[in-house]
Nanobody, 127 residues
C-alpha cells in the first residue's frame, strides 16, 4: 500500500521560511517522480515543484512560476523522503500543500499524471 505523509506545515510570518517533508512508503522511492502541489481556498490545485526519479544523468527539477527562486525541492532516497524548502514566504503562499508521486520518465506539472497523493499539510503565511 502506497503512503505519502506530509509534515512541516504551520503558521509563519511573511518573509519567513518553512521546510515541508513527505515520507513515502509502499513503492520503490528512487524510481518515482515526486512533486508538490498546493490548493488555496476557492482556488484550483496548483503545481509548485517537481523532481525527477533518480538517474545517472543527474537531478532534474521543475518549478511553478510563482515560486521560482524562493522554493527548492530535493529528495533523499536513503530516507524515502522529498522536501520542499520554502523561503521568502508570502501571504499568497497560504494553502494546503500536497505531495504526489508518479512513475514514468520524469516529473510533470499536470496533476492528472500523479497516481499517488498525500493528505496534505496546511501552510499559513501571515502578513
Amino acid at each position: 500500500q502506497v503512503q505519502l505523509v506530509e509534515s512541516g506545515g504551520g503558521l509563519v510570518q511573511a518573509g519567513g521560511s518553512l521546510r515541508l517533508s513527505c515520507a513515502a512508503s509502499g513503492r520503490t522511492f528512487s524510481s518515482d517522480n515526486m512533486a508538490w502541489f498546493r490548493q488555496a481556498p476557492g482556488k484550483e490545485r496548483e503545481f509548485v515543484a517537481g523532481i525527477r526519479r533518480s538517474t545517472w544523468s543527474g537531478v532534474v527539477v521543475l518549478y511553478g512560476d510563482s515560486v521560482t527562486g524562493r522554493f527548492t525541492i530535493s529528495r533523499d532516497n536513503a530516507k524515502n523522503t522529498v522536501y520542499l524548502q520554502m523561503n521568502s514566504l508570502k501571504p499568497e503562499d497560504t494553502a494546503v500543500y500536497y505531495c504526489a508521486a508518479k512513475g514514468g520518465l520524469s516529473a510533470s506539472r499536470d496533476q492528472n499524471e500523479y497516481a499517488y497523493w498525500g493528505q496534505g499539510t496546511q501552510v499559513t503565511v501571515s502578513s
